[in-house]
């Protein structure tokens, strides 16, 4: 076991790079005349979008390749959260110059976040470039598609206050049969200062939950067995049927109706925000065994007058309530895990210190650690000084990074000696003998394969961990 432990540890670093690495469209030959190929940057949201898109272009008579060197359209589906996600765009897009000289009828479509943000400014900069499209305008995408056919550059980033793509069924990609993704709302409301999604993702709007829990039942039919429902901000989801009506659905009731599609359904949802997150959604993860019991918190600061700067609106007091509340309601098994912003304008040593203490406090499972990043026409970029030296903020983050690798060895090492419920997700990266899964907590768990299969639900004992994995043995 010594020895599966020393390479998981090794293989983390791997599957940390995997997580930035882009999602590739998959091979599907379906006999249409052409293919696209689309790559994704980013959060879950735009994977999500990426699928909606597939969906649009395969009504179209597109099949979907895994060789950008086959396709006719080529789409790049980008992030603008932070300068280096635009810069591993701005590199890929240099290195698809070839395909086009090869291929000079190859088709270069920018969708998502850096093409909002961006808008025609892109086609300028990127004279490769044949279509910017913002993610509330991929139903425009065949018409786009038709005008970069006949020689045009193609721009639409209308954004909109009622778009949802309810009704598209999205085309899963890099599917594992077992757990995908449901958009359940867009955009974003919140003005935290650091943040560009407001402004490339738009006003928030809330999905007919009816739609949500139709796909719901769809995916369990076709074999999912874990769906999480993702939202900028999900606990300020918010459904009226119309002006008039009196049929209201707020998140904790669509926690609760998707639940109910099955037993044997598991249930995620991220991200959750502090100031809106409530006793009613804990209470309802309470009651159903398979909403799982993680819940993704980021705190960003541990510091008040920070948190204040960066418009969070809570404090490190309203926050530590929450976490009491978590404790409270779904006890010391829970998993939490937060996001982190290290050198945020103006943040003093002591400032960064209650970072540190926040987290040694909270004790988090999982963190998503970064250092700042300016983002043009954010209202940090307009106010405040990006001050902190490079040197300092790195210097910050790494020990915010320490102090998360050393809690998360010790909540995993919770775990040890005791029986989970492992839905298995694939056999494991490092050894086809071994399985791979997760518990409710959002645990990695790797054990021996025996006779188990993927989708399987097989109850796992503990007897081994790192800072990111849990190791054991089935019990049949
Ligand atoms: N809506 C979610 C929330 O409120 O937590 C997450 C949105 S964002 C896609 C994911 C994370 O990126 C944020 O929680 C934040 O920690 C980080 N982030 C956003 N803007 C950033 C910036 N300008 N510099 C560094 N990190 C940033
Ligand atoms: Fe950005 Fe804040 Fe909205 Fe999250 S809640 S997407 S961090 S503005």
């Known amino acids: 076991m010594e020895r599966v432990v020393q390479q998981l540890e090794i293989l983390t670093e791997t599957d940390k790079e995997a997580c930035e690495m882009p999602r590739i469209s998959k091979e599907e030959n379906r006999g249409n005349s052409r293919k696209m190929y689309i790559e ?27 060789d950008f060197n086959n396709a006719d359209v080529i789409f ?32 270069i479509g920018v969708l998502g976040c850096m093409a909002e943000r961006l808008k025609s400014k892109f086609l300028e900069e990127e004279r490769i470039v044949d279509m910017v499209v913002g993610p509330d305008a991929y139903r425009d995408l065949p018409r786009l598609v038709e005008e970069a056919d006949g020689g045009q550059k193609a721009v ?75 939202g900028q901000n999900v606990d300020s989801y918010k459904w009226k049927a119309s002006e008039e009506s009196k049929e209201t659905c707020n998140f904790a009731q669509l926690l609760e109706q998707v639940a109910l599609v099955h037993p044997d359904l598991r249930v995620r949802f991220t991200t959750s925000h502090p100031k809106d997150f409530t006793d009613e959604v804990l209470h309802t993860m309470a009651k159903y065994e398979n909403i799982c019991k993680y819940i993704h918190l980021p705190a960003q600061s541990g510091n ?82 990006d001050d902190i030296p490079y040197e300092v903020k790195n210097r910050r983050l790494s020990e915010i990074i320490d102090i998360q690798r050393k809690n998360s060895l ?60 849990l190791l054991g043995e089935a019990i049949d």
Not at 40 to 66: H, K
Not at 181 to 200: A, E, K, L, Q, W
Not at 411 to 434: A, C, F, P, Q, W
Not at 437 to 464: C, E
């Open 304 to 385: 008040s007058r920070v948190l204040q700067l960066m418009n969070r609106t809570y404090d490190r007091e309203w926050y530590l309530d929450r976490i009491a509340a978590i404790r409270r309601i779904l006890g010391e098994e829970c998993g939490i895990s937060t996001d982190m912003i290290a050198g945020f304008c103006s943040e003093t040593e002591e400032e960064h210190q209650d970072t540190l203490s926040l987290m040694e406090i909270v004790k988090y499972d999982y963190a998503y650690m970064f250092t700042y990043s300016e983002r043009p026409n954010t209202p940090a970029a307009k106010k405040l000084a």
């Open 40 to 66: 994704s940057y980013g959060c879950q949201m735009n994977f999500a979008d990426s699928e909606i898109v597939t969906s649009i272009l395969q009504e179209q008579g597109f099949d979907t390749t895994s």
């Open 156 to 230: 639409n980033v209308f954004l909109s206050r009622e778009e949802t793509y309810a009704d598209i069924s999205p085309v899963r990609l890099n599917s594992n049969g077992v757990t995908a993704f449901i958009s359940i709302m867009r955009g974003c409301d919140n003005m935290c200062s650091f943040c560009v999604v407001p402004f490339t993702r738009g006003r928030e709007r809330s999905r007919d939950p009816h739609s949500i829990v139709a796909e719901a039942r769809d995916l369990f039919a076709q074999g999912y067995r874990d769906v999480t429902l993702l």
């Open 76 to 107: 790049l589906n980008t992030c603008a959260i932070r300068e280096n996600a635009e810069q591993k765009v701005r590199n890929r897009l240099k290195h698809l110059t070839n395909v086009k000289k090869n291929r000079p009828g190859t088709l």
């Open 410 to 469: 010790e909540r995993n090492k919770l775990d040890l000696g005791k029986i989970h419920k492992v839905l298995v997700e694939g056999t494991s990266k490092r050894s086809e003998d071994h399985l791979q899964g997760r518990t409710s907590a959002n645990k990695v768990v790797v054990f021996p394969k025996k006779h188990y299969k993927k989708g399987d639900y097989v109850h796992v004992f503990v007897s081994d961990c790192n800072s990111a994995t």
